[in-house]
């Protein structure tokens, strides 16, 4: 295969994809929803423009690219989820790193990571292929491989995200429980004192109570809202947290006693693991500067 044919079928391939996009977004090939077909008969009609409402965000630096793509792309991230059966998982985990994201919006850039993964290593390989320097069984190998590495690269940093915010809870935590304790030992009450914690600090844990404290004022109960943040960040010392304050609330035990015992077991924690990794290090610089 000389360089203009692989070219050639290159340019092709892009032609054949771009005309089936432009078929397959025609209207009379999108099926209508439920929503769209009851709208006419329904008696509140917005009647706000379309062209002034606000747009979704880019997810990815290409802007109008993606605009073009997201209706394809959200298709077919539909169609996936079928089969998927995680997704309250995946919608938890989101939760976890704090994201604000659906995970229809998720599985779109895993999607994205795989086809530039995709595209990248096909570019690649047709070069090579053209010099002479690749087998095709090689490059199918490599092709697929570097689009499922996509698709797991994004769950990947996911992960990565979810363990650099949950360490920043633990370290944000001891002082924002002394600073409860504090507030409440000078004649707060629990709301008053997140209401302080959300003024004076900024951080991860920080805007978690912020969350906590929003809901309270919307009307639901102190004790549910803190479960919710429980059941959001899944770590044991937030849910030692949220079980002292509300045995603390509802059998009327002092409270600044329990906030300063946690934060003293957090910090103990901290050193605990602090002395692990210490630990382990020094069994591997051992072993590295053993002689041979």
């Known amino acids: 295969m000389t360089s203009v044919v692989a070219l050639a079928a290159l340019c092709g391939l892009l032609l054949g994809v771009g005309l089936w996009l432009v078929l397959v977004r025609l209207p009379s090939m999108r099926p209508m929803t439920l929503t769209q077909r009851i709208a006419p008969q329904l008696l509140a009609v917005n009647v706000q423009s379309r062209l002034l409402a606000d747009t979704?965000?880019?997810?990815?630096?290409?802007?109008?690219?993606?605009?073009?793509?997201?209706?394809l792309l959200a298709d077919t991230v539909s169609w996936s989820q079928r089969f998927n059966p995680a997704t309250a998982t995946l919608a938890r985990?989101?939760?976890q790193a704090g994201r604000g994201q659906s995970p229809t919006d998720f599985r779109a850039q895993q999607l994205l990571w795989a086809s530039g993964g995709l595209g990248a290593s096909t570019l690649v390989m047709v070069v090579l292929a053209a010099s002479g320097s690749a087998s095709v069984p090689l490059a199918v190998v490599i092709v697929l491989g570097s689009a499922v590495m996509g698709f797991v690269g994004r769950d990947y940093v996911l992960s990565s995200n979810?363990?650099?915010?949950e360490a920043r809870m633990l370290a944000e935590f001891p002082s924002l429980a002394e600073l409860m304790a504090l507030a409440v030992s000078a004649g707060e009450s629990t709301t008053g004192a997140l209401e302080r914690i959300c003024r004076t600090a900024k951080g991860e844990l920080?805007?978690?109570?912020?969350?906590?404290?929003?809901?309270?004022?919307?009307?639901?109960?102190?004790?549910?809202?803190?479960?919710d943040l429980s059941s959001?960040?899944?770590?044991a010392p937030l849910a030692r947290f949220v079980d002292g304050?509300?045995?603390?609330?509802?059998?009327?035990?002092?409270l600044a006693d329990v906030l300063r015992a946690q934060a003293q077991d957090v910090r103990d924690l901290a050193k605990r693991e602090l002395m692990e990794s210490a630990g382990k290090k020094e069994i591997a610089m051992m072993v590295r500067n053993a002689p041979c």
């Open 245 to 254: 304050i509300t045995v603390a609330v509802q059998r009327g035990t002092p």
């Open 206 to 227: 920080a805007g978690e109570f912020a969350l906590v404290l929003a809901s309270t004022r919307a009307g639901r109960p102190l004790v549910d809202a803190l479960q």
């Open 93 to 95: 985990r989101l939760d």
């Open 162 to 165: 979810i363990k650099r915010r």
């Open 56 to 71: 979704a965000a880019n997810v990815t630096p290409f802007g109008p690219l993606e605009r073009i793509v997201r209706p």
């Open 232 to 235: 959001r960040t899944r770590l």
